[in-house]
């Protein structure tokens, strides 16, 4: 097998296109022919040595995997060769095979392509989980996204609108604007304004916000919580827009408005059967075409180092997505 490998955690040019044996399964574990894998922004901080849990090396980054089954070990009842499945790991998928628990291959619809089932795989159950579990959104609530270019953010204009919201969408770039708009936004507000709370007073029905589902948490933050309605959410799912600002503590009392971590690896271990059903259902949608599947950035194994890189990148077109089965 071929394998994206790291010895040290610093930089992309820390790890180097290597071949090792190629495993075989043992009790209970079946082995993947990796077709895709996504990265995330969180991949490009675990390589740069930037996150907070740091793996043991050497390491391969990259957990949103999907692929078929080409191996199976003893005792393997529940998957069989010729599966297509997803699995999301704490790395691994930069590689062209990965072993893995037979329980933690789930299998996916007919008509969904690898390639857009890693891409989904995290994002959209991350915006579901936050906007609906978290946020409790409802038909008709006025919904603003941030970074609404990026995966994460695009989908959740996509979920928020088939839920019946009145999105807007912030993006920083003409290009990612109008795809927010074809996604399914009412409108869209430059992040670069200088004033965007009084475009949301200009633009928004009533001038304010009932839920911001927030990747960014960036300059805007405090404006952005000052525009909430009363009741409003605030919904914090990362950190990409620079130093975590912070927030007067009075203001959720005056404004009687919550601030919400979105914690995706809490729901998915506190309450696994939900996250599995959720996710399921998630696939079907995009399947049927009920949901878009990601734009993505595609690339072949021989330029990993370029997908890491793009994960950090602003204003990217699109989900990192690696195909280690394509030719270079």
Known sequence: MRCWQGDALGSPDD???VR????????????????????????????????QIRPPLPYIPGGEIAGVIDAVGPGVSGRRLGERVAVWRMGGGLATHVIVPEAEAECLPAGL??????????DYQTVHYGLIRRGGLMAGERVLVTGASGGVGAAA????????????????????????????????????????????????????????????????????????????????VGFVGGPIPSLPVNLPLLKSAALVGVEIRHFLTAHAEQ??????????????????????????????????????????????????????
Not at 192 to 210: F, M, S
Request: aromatic share 4%.
């Open 20 to 51: 090792r044996p190629l495993p075989e399964p043992q009790a209970g574990e079946v082995r993947i022919a990796i077709e895709a894998v996504g990265l995330g922004y969180v991949d490009g901080l675990i390589v740069h040595g930037r996150y």
């Open 157 to 236: 204009v996509q979920v928020a609108a088939r839920a019946g919201a009145d999105v807007t969408a912030m993006a920083s770039t003409d290009d990612g604007r109008a795809r927010a708009l074809a996604l399914g936004a009412a409108r869209t507000i430059d992040a670069t304004d200088p004033d965007i709370r009084a475009r949301i007073r200009e633009t928004v029905p009533g001038g304010v916000i009932d839920i911001v589902f927030d990747p960014v948490a960036g300059p805007a933050f405090e404006l952005l919580f000052r525009s909430l309605a009363k009741d409003g959410r605030h919904l914090i």
């Open 15 to 17: 790890f180097t296109l």
């Open 113 to 122: 392509d690898l390639a857009d089932a890693a891409a989904m795989l995290v």
């Open 275 to 328: 996250a599995a059903a959720d996710r399921a259902a998630l696939f079907r949608r995009v399947a049927a075409g009920d949901l878009a599947p990601p734009a993505q950035m595609r690339f072949p194994l021989a330029r990993a180092r370029d997908a890491l890189a793009a994960t950090l990148a602003r204003g990217k077109a699109g989900k990192i997505v690696v195909q280690p089965q394509r030719a270079d």
